[in-house]
């Protein structure tokens, strides 16, 4: 069996010491026995293998941290308060106070990523190295171009246009280079995925190893970024930051100066088809909904990717993932213990909130209303089967809870709210185990009444507070490029393409058709579907930004469920708490939060500033509109 790439990490203890180590030699120099000569990295194979492995440690987003991009978007609220998400969610956030910045987009990290690249494709390229094997030197260049291509491109989302740095610095060099324009910047990366694209064709990768299909999928993301709102002069001339943005030394490096969105959407489509040409995705091909558990199942079947044992999990959705990084490392990062419920004993990280809820429909694809009685009184009955593979609510069903505190809840079920229940013979309020007044990690607890599961392993042999899942993390599965070929048909105005695909994600997901058939409302549909669909997966902070609604969806105020049960008339409980609607009669109560977060958003927050740091050390930075 292949091992995936993580397996080789131990490799690369050895060559973390390459850059300092080369000098001169004479009779009396003896090569030290830790070290290894830089020249001999690109002389021997394996080392250079190791070498490029290595840099594979920058790809390290969504699971691999308790904090998550949800939660600086409409989709998670951070429990533990003072990490700098609630400084990004107001928009305090300036050059000298970034706020919660991770490694995987933290601008000096993604340069030292970089220069790694640059070092393998300058010693790599040319003749200075003693590699013979063809073969292995386009592979590792290959790997080289995507993953300058991934880096550069996530510092382009969050900034804008950045330097474009292709060569590795000396101390002697000049350190002071200017943005390169967002179009500079796109093309680069384009180009450089185009590279990887020819340098791994017919190339055997393992898994979690840059590919061509992944050189593919990168490309189709970055163009329909590029072809998106956000990045054309009127989008930012809307903005309350305009007239900043509009500054001649400002403009290009955020977006296009010129009238050609119509074929940036063109470009867009054809990457996202090229992509779906080559892959294969899951389930894709159903010409009706699957039933409901059909497709809570398939929904919950691509989010383990092939990575849980659990009951009803089809290992076959793996195919939906065209690069991933795997959870094979025991001291990973465990998704479930950061995410899960307190009364396991987990830390409730980033816990759904009510606007997410809210926003999946009905199983019939109406809209979900609290203004709805009917709704309003069972507000979990009846809903898109994904929301029931995404969040874990009042009621619901989950682990065996004994393993993990004993037998304090039989029935396994999620308890946020609070109920009634006889305590020696007299009527008291019993709180919820998952509750931040329930009796375990009360400081774990979910400030809004639910919790998250998608990316959980739902075996319930595993306890999330203890033991690590091997679930992997996609970071470009296919359904992504089939939405950004959606969404390129419509602003091409091709609506009979994307009703055709986008009725083949909700069939997978046991949901009807969309009805809309003008232009304006499959946008909405598709924007709908898109939330839905990719919640959790690194995608919303970015696509409310691009589409410019960021106000809209990301600005308004966090809101939680309230829940109580009261006993049915000539009903009572004495035993231990369980859900049940024929005893309680259960009430939901939306409710805004402002005490742990008040979001506000301004127009500033479309692009993350660049350090007080980094502009005193690179005096050519132009700083972005706002700050």
């Known amino acids: 069996m292949k091992s995936t ?14 850059l300092t180590s080369g000098c001169k030699k004479d009779f009396l120099t003896v090569e030290p026995p830790d070290k290894i000569s830089s020249e001999l990295v690109w002389k021997d194979g394996a080392l250079a293998q190791a070498f490029v492995t290595d840099i594979y440690a920058g790809f390290n987003d969504g699971g691999f941290s308790e904090q998550m991009l949800s939660s600086v978007s409409d989709e998670s609220l951070f429990t533990h308060p003072n990490r700098g998400i609630d400084l990004i969610n107001s928009s305090t956030i300036n050059p000298s106070t970034l706020g919660w910045v991770d490694d995987t987009w933290r601008y000096l990290k993604m340069y030292n990523r970089i220069r790694s690249c640059n070092m393998t494709i300058e010693r790599l390229s040319g003749t200075d ?26 510092l382009l ?61 990168l490309k189709s993301r970055v163009l329909i970024y590029a072809a998106s709102d956000l990045h054309t002069k009127a989008g930012l001339s809307s903005l309350e930051i305009g007239a900043q943005a509009a500054n001649p030394a400002v403009l290009p490096l955020l977006a296009y100066e010129d009238d050609n969105q119509p074929q940036r959407w063109k470009a867009a489509q054809d990457a996202a088809k090229a992509v779906m040409d080559a892959g294969t995705g899951y389930k894709l091909g159903l ?13 919950k079947s691509i989010a383990m990717g092939g990575g849980s044992k659990a009951p009803g999990i089809d290992a076959a959705a793996a195919s939906e993932l065209i690069l991933a990084r795997y959870f094979i490392d025991r001291s990973d990062m465990r998704f ?30 109406s809209k979900f209303s609290w203004a709805n009685p009917a709704q309003k009184s069972n507000p979990y009955q009846n809903r898109d089967p994904r929301f029931y593979a995404t969040v874990l609510y009042d009621g ?16 396994n079920q999620i308890q946020t709210g609070e109920y ?31 919790y998250t599961q998608k990316f959980t392993d739902p075996d319930p042999n595993i306890v999330d507070a203890s033991m690590p899942q091997f ?7 296919y359904t992504e490029a089939v939405m950004n070929y959606i969404e390129a048909s419509i602003e091409l105005n091709q609506l009979g393409e994307a009703i055709n695909w986008l009725n083949k994600i909700r069939f997978r997901s046991g949901m009807p058709a969309v009805t809309a058939t003008d232009q304006a409302g499959l946008r909405t549909a598709y924007r709908h579907e898109r939330r839905i669909e990719m919640v959790y997966e690194e995608q919303r902070y970015h696509d409310a930004r691009r589409w410019l609604i960021g106000k809209a969806t990301l600005g308004r105020k966090t809101d939680y469920i309230k829940v109580t049960g009261k006993f049915k008339p000539g009903k009572t409980l004495a035993t231990t708490y369980h859900y049940d609607p024929t005893i309680y009669d259960y009430t939901y109560t939306p409710t805004v939060e402002t005490a742990q977060e008040n979001r506000i958003w301004l127009d500033k927050i479309y692009f993350r500033p660049f350090s007080r740091d980094e502009m005193n050390k690179n005096t050519s930075l132009v700083q972005n509109p706002g700050y």
């Open 129 to 154: 190295n003693g590699l013979t094997d063809q073969g292995l030197k386009d592979r590792l260049l290959g790997e080289a171009h995507f993953m300058r291509a991934y880096f550069y491109h996530q």
């Open 471 to 477: 679930v992997p993390w996609p970071f470009f599965r």
């Open 420 to 450: 009634d229940l006889l305590v020696d013979g007299k009527l008291s309020t019993y709180k919820g185990l998952d509750t931040r007044s329930g009796p375990i990690e009360s400081w774990n607890g979910s400030w809004t009444g639910y």
């Open 287 to 299: 010409s009706a909904p699957a039933t409901a558990e059909e497709g809570r199942l398939n929904y």
């Open 5 to 18: 790439i993580r397996n080789k990490y131990i490799l690369t203890v050895a060559v973390m010491a390459v």
């Open 336 to 365: 479930g213990r950061a995410n899960g419920p307190n009364g396991y004993r987990n830390w409730a990280g980033n816990t759904p909130i009510g606007l997410l809820v809210d926003d999946y429909e009905m199983a019939d694809g």
């Open 396 to 411: 619901s069903g989950w682990k065996p809870r004994d393993k993990v505190v004993g037998n304090v809840d039989p029935a």
């Open 157 to 217: 989302r969050y900034y804008g246009g950045v330097p474009l740095v292709t060569n590795v610095y000396a101390l002697t060099d000049d350190f002071k280079i200017k943005r390169s324009s967002y179009k500079e910047c796109t093309d680069f990366i384009v180009k450089d995925c185009e590279d990887a694209q020819r340098l791994l064709s017919g190339k055997s990768m393992e898994k979690g190893r840059s590919s061509v299909l992944a050189a593919l999928a």
